[in-house]
């Protein structure tokens, strides 16, 4: 923070303060961001958000107080110095601007993208405090980003320059990271910056996890994802696909190999459900496999080998982000009625107050304060209807929000041919299984140090989905980070002390 506090100092930022009084920064309105007409978009899969024009990124950036004390910084689980790149922005320096953002972040344009800003750096903004509504940051943070990328021949950014690599780390010792996801990326990208020999290994035939089967490009573009990897791989990272850790390959193997640090990032991919009579019907299936088989698989095409049944009468049962992914993703496949069940109240969702929004631009039914409590299948065995109870909210529970209790007798069934259920996931439990000597909790998760995140195996360091249960791709990327640095000090420790 001392660092960051300096560069505030620093002549060109304190022009800026000066040509701009805080009085006259205040009366900026927040920007709107640029989005395709609903009923276009609800049809394909373009992405909604069309982002930022440069004037309207450079009026926004001006929005920024350049705070002495910026409290962003400490919302945000990467510690991305926010008005470092803002105010580049503002002078017009974009790929600057863009420079800042890589120093802490292996996912900028992913995170401007998909990360919940308004729960975190966005919420810690000085003008909430003043009545007025926080710096756009997760736009502006976008905008840098694309235009990075949209400049990559012009960029001055490359490896030499964002790259934080330490003078004294060796090269040849090598680190494996089980899971492409965002905690693993993360970590990756750090570790290639300190000088390590980087190799993730990747279950699927895809790399970037759950940025690429758990969300769709309607939100966050493949061809995005791809551009962050494409960064990482010409860090030095090396990918391996198709193989499962655990049982293409095992934990002996891997240490054989001369691997001298791994960090588990294998997600949580098992998906819940209710328990509910007529679950196993055919068409009751989980959010993972539906949205894997569209997102990954190319469910949503003819040609496809694996194919998914699209639905008129398409429910999905849950209330956060995944669940709105799920339900848009219907539409977009031809749903007449798509609806979202929710136990609780639209104010207890644990989705982006920006999916729920655009949800309901695309028509989807929100249907509140209902849990389903039976599925009625038809002759063939496939379901055809849901028995809803309607529930009412008592006194808040462990999280926080209203607990939702049942209405004695309040029942109502409604015709279906599709239902979704995404009520979370828990941790994959094949690393648990087989790695001998890890700390497991009762949920399948892994116990770690919360400091430093290693687990009870020396060489080895755990985080994101794995350690957390399920979070946010910004909190696991904040995982990264913080067990490569950790792992970096112990390496070094070993090495040199």
Known sequence: MNEIIEKRNEPWREALRKDLKNKDRMTIPRVKMPELDAEY???????????????????????????????????CPVEIDIPGFIKNIERNEILKAATVLKATSAL???????????????SQCIRLKM?????????????????????????????????????RSNPVNKIAVIGSGPAGLSFAGDM??????????????????????????????????????????QLGVKFITNC?????????DLLDEGFKGIFIASGAGLPNFMDIPGENLSGVLSSNEYLTRV????????????????????AVIGGGNTA????????????????IIYRRSEEEMPARLEEVHHAKEEGVIFMNLYNPIEYIGDEKGRVRQMVLQKMTLGEPDASGRRRPVEIPG???????DLVIVAIGVSPNPLIPDTFQGLNVSKWGTIIVNQDTLQTDLPEMYAGGDIVRGGATVILAMGDGRKAAKAMHEAIKKALWS
């Open 108 to 122: 900028p344009a992913v995170c401007g993208r998909v990360c919940p800003q308004e729960k975190q750096c966005e």
């Open 244 to 252: 499962i850790v655990g049982k293409t390959i095992s934990q002996q």
């Open 295 to 314: 997102n990954l698989m190319g469910a949503n095409r003819e040609e496809t080998d694996t194919p998914v049944f699209f639905g008129k009468n398409v």
């Open 131 to 167: 009545n007025s509504e926080s710096v756009a940051i997760g736009h502006l943070e976008r905008f840098a980003a694309d235009y990075a990328i949209d400049h990559s021949k012009d960029s001055e950014i490359s490896n030499t320059v964002i790259a934080r690599a330490d003078a």
């Open 410 to 416: 309040a029942t109502e069934t409604i015709d279906v």
């Open 41 to 75: 978009r609800s049809r394909n899969y373009e992405e909604v958000n069309q982002g930022l024009s440069l004037e309207q990124a450079i009026e926004e950036s001006k929005r920024c107080l350049d705070c002495p004390n910026p409290a962003c910084i400490t919302g």
């Open 324 to 339: 709105m992914d799920s339900v848009r993703t219907a539409r977009r496949l031809g749903a007449e009625k798509a609806m």
């Open 192 to 233: 290639a910056k300190y000088g390590y020999d980087v190799t993730v290994f990747e279950a699927l035939h895809e790399i970037g996890g759950v940025l690429k089967y758990g969300i769709p490009e309607f939100r966050l573009p493949n061809a995005i994802v791809d551009v962050e990897i494409n960064n990482l791989k």
